[in-house]
């Protein structure tokens, strides 16, 4: 290969981190995409298996509160067009009270 075909080829590879591609898919990201996007997921992945290898409480903490609040939105909140009724608003409000339970019982009260 000539040293042009490489240089197009690059091009054509990272086009899709370009800053203002990326700016167009942080915009439109919705929760449901999120959870289904491979990149999103495989940074998630990454990100536990340090916090993992180097037992970092902080970082496990800050990831299961990412998960858990992307998942809390998820299953919580009303689809497009629908209004917000006690319904939906009360699972939303004790979930996010649960989740901050959980992460002030594992940083304040749990010891190791």
Sequence with gaps: MDKEA?????VETLAPFETANLVH????LTVKSAMGN?????TFLIVAFYAIVVRSKFVLSL????????LLLRYTLP??????SVSSTLPFAF????????????NFIKTE
Aim: glycine share 12%; hydrophobic share 60%; net charge neutral.
């Design 38 to 42: 491979p990149w999103i997921i495989g």
């Design 95 to 106: 979930g996010g009270l649960a989740i901050g339970a959980v992460l002030i019982y594992l």
């Design 6 to 10: 490489v240089v197009q080829k690059t």
């Design 79 to 84: 689809a497009e067009g629908d209004t917000l």
């Design 63 to 70: 990831l299961f509160a990412a998960v858990s609040l992307l």
């Design 25 to 28: 898919f942080i915009k439109n």
